[in-house]
Structures are given as structure tokens and as C-alpha cells.
């Protein structure tokens, strides 16, 4: 099983930057894939999720309105793209998958890509 995130980078607040988490080595149309963060000195936090089933969408209150996830099942990959980027939002973003939906526990994680938002 592999996950591998990216499209992370330096960007001043209000830019955007969309990030990529490409799967492979499991039945990626029966998992959820989730975006998590975790920013220095403080505990990891879930950002978003989308069960690729049903397509069912999770967001955290803080990134509502700014963060859109979206699933392209034909190429087992999932974005999150981040619109109007506060310095709040600098953190390590991580994706994980996890049967069968959202609302369970993530099986499978993969390594970080790095997001930082300069003031």
C-alpha cells in the first residue's frame, strides 16, 4: 500500500495550492481518503475526507469555504485544493485511507508534504 502526497510549498496568505494524494495496492473505490495536518508543537488534526463510494464529503469548521477535496477514481487519486491560505493553515498534510468511510479510522497512511503560508 502506498500513498503519496504532494504539491506542497511556500505561499503567501491568500494563495492557493492544491495537493495531490496518489494511492496504490488497495481497492481504492472502497476506501475514504483523508487529509490530515499537524503543525509544529501542536496534535494532529483531521482537514477533510471523501469516502470514494459515495462521495460523501467531511470538512473541518476551520478550512470550510476555503479547502475543496475532490476524488478522480480513474487515476486513484485524490486533491485538496486550498484556496485563500491563512498562516494558520503551515503545517505537515498527511493522507490517509481508511475502510470503509470516513467516519472509521484510517488504515493506511503516507508520508507528509510540507504547506507554508508566510504572513
Known amino acids: 500500500v502506498q500513498l503519496q502526497a504532494s504539491g506542497g510549498g511556500l505561499v503567501q496568505a491568500g494563495g492557493s495550492l492544491r495537493l495531490s494524494c496518489a494511492a496504490s495496492?488497495?481497492?481504492?473505490?472502497?476506501?475514504?481518503i483523508g487529509w490530515f495536518r499537524q503543525a509544529p508543537g501542536k496534535e494532529r488534526e483531521g482537514v477533510s475526507c471523501?469516502?470514494?463510494?459515495?462521495?460523501?464529503?467531511y470538512y473541518a469548521d476551520s478550512v470550510k469555504g476555503r479547502f475543496t477535496i475532490s476524488s478522480d477514481n480513474a487515476k486513484n487519486t485524490v486533491y485538496l485544493q486550498m484556496n485563500s491560505l491563512i498562516p494558520e493553515d503551515t503545517a505537515v498534510y498527511y493522507c490517509a485511507a481508511g475502510w470503509p468511510h470516513c467516519s472509521y479510522g484510517m488504515d493506511y497512511w503516507g508520508k507528509g508534504t510540507l504547506v507554508t503560508v508566510s504572513s
Open positions: 495496492g488497495f481497492t481504492f473505490d472502497d476506501y475514504a
Open positions: 471523501i469516502s470514494s463510494n459515495d462521495g460523501s464529503t
